[in-house]
């Protein structure tokens, strides 16, 4: 008999503990494996963290242990899920991160790996069968058989389902003439790039490499106006680094959206290249994830949770577009692959190198103080100067028009010559949908969504009302639920209206949309992208989405249509938010031979963050920012943590939100400032009432150790779910 220990499959920190089993069954059962287990009445799948063998019999366990315990019902796995690496790494995880050591595991394996229920429905090895020719001898074989045999003869290799006469074939393998072989397939269809010579590296990209490859720092940080051309740096660097046996693991925050990434890492290295995102479907995910555990695959090119791909001898990790906030998991555990990747990089001796036009605050202070490496790349490859940028300000009439009130005189004008020279254009505007908010004209009703109490958007293309924090969606009414009255208002505008209104002043132009309603349809997103980039279209209006690392070499306009939508959010970050996006969406511009230009529209024209990303002056933005942080104590001054408590009852909740408050209060020094409790934004979570503290500190692991001691206080109050958030973005 064996006392086996498990975590369960609910991550929520009450349960994260291990329970005890016994296991009396003759199947091998060892720690890493998963276990169907009973618990509360329910089969739910366990993760085995301990294994120990008795001679005791259950009655004296129990005895000994003092409650009852339950055999396992099955066990599921052969092997552990995870290598010796990856088990280390998720521990450092769920310490750092303060999260439950199961929903770690259950963010570092693809679906059909995971440790929960749903796994054990997941899709599971899919094979290819071939037909092999053992034997030619055509004794005794009938006229058929022997014509079939020797087709199969002449042929390397086929398919045992292209076979059409598959009674023919039963007799030839029951006549031991041929064999079935089984491969493992792999189900995401790779589409097969010839290959490209790479180009000499420009000097300035050769001083990088050198500087990168000479250097024993561990991590760095290249910063690289858009068009400088990183990614051959990173293609380079991934060759040497292959040269010399090693792995490498490339981040780019949303495949979907830079399919060219992937397409250059393709054309250069072909096969040995995995890919892993949230838009595989989980069997291609599990074929991946295979191939890189069995060594078939050296290079990941991969979004946020590829950083826990089963890689093992990595060499360099490269995050693009460091800065994004896609690298930050928005729920439990809220881990950032910057952070992991650094981990898994000291864990591996392996460089990490983080690059982007726009880097984080935090990264560019760290390369400042020299924790990062700081390497820089300043000119585009082309020597293509950056676009000409004007602001125009929408509180000045003299540049509106009349004709239409989102469109300035300007920027309709510009749009209208690249019509003209048969060039293309991008509209950026921060907001999906049509309007921002319905309200009725008569009694003033505002259609809000019933949990997050935020006002609703209409879409017009599905006549929905839809919730930008949840996924609420209902009908457009045809009148108000209040009143009676059909006179409904739309105020404010998204994606959707710009493209109406563009289609009204340019009947001619050619419009496509690209949003988040875009990547409900899977490969919706990468076939815009191709769309736009054959020159399918004309003008391509969208939300930040657009933005991001596309290369349109016809694109000579980029319009942003409003420019302060960012701005106005309650954030610490929302300066540096809206200067990146704003950057990056002005480095779409211009991009080949063609001279490009920006026209940013704006209410608030003076603002920093809106005249330094007209001149993409980063460093100038870099120090002014800094200023503002430091006056405010924010990071990268201070380190954030924030605690979330949820309950059923709202009572409860704010009872429970002082109890954290007065606790941290007794357990922190008077360097660490807290704040609130307050009531987020959004005031619930799925159908509980929420509150949240924010703790603000300078020494990471005096808090962490009252974090945890928090945790353990917690543990037995079960009208609560507790939830901790290092280094939060929202909160
Ligand atoms: P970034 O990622 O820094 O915005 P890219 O890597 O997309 O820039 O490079 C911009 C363009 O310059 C691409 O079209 C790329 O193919 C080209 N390019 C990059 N390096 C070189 C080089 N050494 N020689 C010629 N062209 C290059
Ligand atoms: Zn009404
Ligand atoms: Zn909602």
Redesign the pocket.
Known sequence: MKVIEVLIEYSIQSLNRPFSYIYSGNKKIDEGFRVLINFHNKNIVGYVVKVRDTNKNKQEIEDELGFNIEEIIDVLDESPLLNKDLLELSEKVSNYYLAPKISVLQSMLPPSLSPRRGALKAPKIAYNQYVKVIDNNEEGLTAKQIELLRMLSREERVLKREIKSASVLDKLIEAKRVVIEKEEKRRLEIPNYSYQKP????DE?QKVVEEFTNSNDLVYLLE?????????VYLYLSEQVLKQGKDVLMLVPEISLTPVMVEYFLRRFKDNVAILHSELTPAEKYDEYRKIANGDCHIVVGARSAIFAPLKNIGLIILDEEHVESYKQDVSPFYHAREVGIMRGKMHNAKVLLAS?TPSLESRARAQKGIYHFLN?PH???AQPLPKTTVINLSDYHNLDRESYMFSLRLREELHNVLKRKEQAILLINRRGFSSSVSCRKCGHVFKCPTCNIALTYHKSDLMLKCHHCDYVEKYPEVCPECGSPYLMKTGFGTERIEEEVNRLFPEARTLRLDSDSAKIRAKIPQIIEKFRNKEADILIGTQMIAK?H?FPDVTLVGIVLADIGLSMPSYRSNERAFQLITQAV?RSG?SDKKGQAIIQTYIPSHYAITLSARQDYELFYRKEMEMRKVQSYPPFTFLASVTLASKDEEDAIEGIYEVVDFLNENLDEDTVILGPTTPYIPYEGNKFVRTALIKYRDKAFVHAALEKLLTYFRNKTQYSITINIDPYNF
């Open positions: 180009p000499r590296l420009t990209q690289g106006v858009t068009g400088s051309g990183k990614t051959e036009a790349l585009r490859v082309n690392g290369d480095g991009r």
